[in-house]
């Protein structure tokens, strides 16, 4: 069983990146966080198999988040979803896999995610 992470202090954007990546994955495994810090804990912790981040969050943002795993060479595939127009520039610096806007979830965070798990 595959195992997502997804980590946004919106609790409502966090609830709709969950039920898309549920709808894309129904079999997966799916932890929610509103803490950078605390999904950094679970991912260091054990096996995840995708990690789904937004860029600024108050306690750590997406690009320190990312840069950590990249620095400690976790290799789990990243995608940062985002409505700020400065997020994709610091993901791709930062090391994400893909990036999609908050306001195309659908379809870009499927495609995404299928891009992604399914090699």
Known sequence: MQKLVIVDDDDQIRTIVSEVAHETLPAAEIAEHTSAVHALQEIESGSVDLLITNCHMPDMDGPTLVKTLRAHRH??????????????????????DRFVS??????????????????
């Not at 940062?80 to 994709?88: L, T």
Request: proline content about 8%.
């Open 75 to 96: 290799a789990v595939p990243i995608i940062m979803v985002s409505g700020s127009d400065d997020a994709r520039a610091l993901g791709e610096l930062a090391g994400i």
């Open 102 to 119: 908050k306001h195309l979830l659908y379809p870009d965070l499927p495609a995404a995610i299928h891009a992604l798990l399914d090699s």
